[in-house]
């Protein structure tokens, strides 16, 4: 509901303090904070400022309304001059005038926290102009008609005591904004030792992570030039105990036999674990050697086959060797190529208790050979597909528990594709096998800029023992 609180005539000078006055005492008896009454004595003045100015007069109305979800203090200044021909420029900002015209109605319309303007030419310009309140119990009906008398009681005040009264409002607000820039002052202080803060906590996490990367590149240094000294004695060992076995120097006792072979036996797991380490250590250091040639993709799978015949005869597993479809002969690193598929048929082997590993070649898209090992084993469950990449992780299972490894044949296999501009991708399911996939470019990409196109000098350190693949 709309309640009248008082109204006031524009046609002097000294209306307009009378005006900014009544609209103080309103604002403050209605509960609006000392800012609050400034702000709303400050619009209202301004826009019967421009009513006297621009249209010669007009009315001040006002009022209270309570029927809304928050109650308001309104004020309405009214005139009957010729109206405002740019309004929807000055209201958008873009009106510009030297003499300042528009920049009250901007100035109010800032102030005010709901602001209206109706203007026609010829028949004037309306503006409501207000304030929400914050406590609805003093618009009840009883309460204003007491707060009107109260209003129409007061004396108006002279032009000298407006201008202390401004003086003191100006004094609030400097105390205020000096407050307000003592309240600034101190976040930005907070601000900045929380910034340090945060910049030191970077340096920090950099300086370990720095560390972290000097120990892995050191890590992987070592690994990759300690090569030879690692390898050498593993061969030797492993070399001498087949001389041992083939009784080259004599016969040995059961004891004696069994004893070496058992001794051979933990020297060639030692070794996988070596050469998949030391594999590893070399990619990631930067210091695997591509060693490009064109080779026959038939021949390779034939030597393959050779080498793992002797381990599948006999047994429950059958290994079987397609010949390679719609592809002949390819350009990359032979020795790397083989080595892929050598941990992927080792792989098979070791989780197929029965059944076939089957190896084909096949021509695949945009010049590119896709490589295929797919076994009958026990497969893998599709929630663990992801981890078999990762370093050094095995899947539990009994099979996995019989067969020990490394857990760094299938990484290695993937960093090996990788280098030589390939992918490994594997479906499976879980109790009928596996089928691991490795597309590989026909013409192996061009190497760094530094390193030439044609074949490179490579020592083949990872030398294994034929006939015994490296665990995967």
Known sequence: MKTALLNVELKYEQDLVLTRQRARQVASVLGLSDQEQTAFATAVSEIARNALRYAGGGQV??????????????AQITDRGRGIPNLTEILNGQHRSIAGTGLGIIGS??????????????????????????????????????????????????????????????????????????????????????????LALYAELDEKAESLRRASEYKSRFLSDMTHELRTPLNGMISISQLLLDRTDGDLTCVQQKQVQLIRKCAVSLSDMVNDLLDLAKIEAGKTTIRVSEFSIGDLLATLRGVFRPLFGGGTVSLNVEEPHDVAMMWSDEAKVTQILRNLVSNAMKFTEQGEVRVRAEAGPESTVIFTVADTGIGIAADHLAAIFDDFTQIDSPMQRRAHGTGLGLPLTRKLARLLGGEVSVTSELGAGSTFQVKLPLDCPEPEADEPRHPQTFLTEDSRIVGEPSSA
Do not use: Y
């Open 109 to 198: 319309k800032r102030l005010c926290h709901e602001f209206e303007i109706q203007s026609a030419a010829g028949s004037g310009t309306t503006v409501r102009m207000s304030f929400r309140l914050h406590n609805r119990s003093v618009v009840k009906p009883e309460r204003i008609a007491a707060l009107a008398a109260q209003l129409a009681q007061r004396r108006s005040a002279t032009a000298l005591e407006e201008v202390q009264e401004q003086n003191k409002e100006l004094m609030r607000a400097m105390e205020a904004l000096q407050a307000r820039q003592a309240e600034v002052e101190r976040l930005n202080a907070e601000l900045s030792e929380t910034n340090r803060g945060v």
């Open 61 to 74: 109305e006002f009022w209270a309304e309570d029927d809304l979800p928050l109650p308001l203090l309104a």
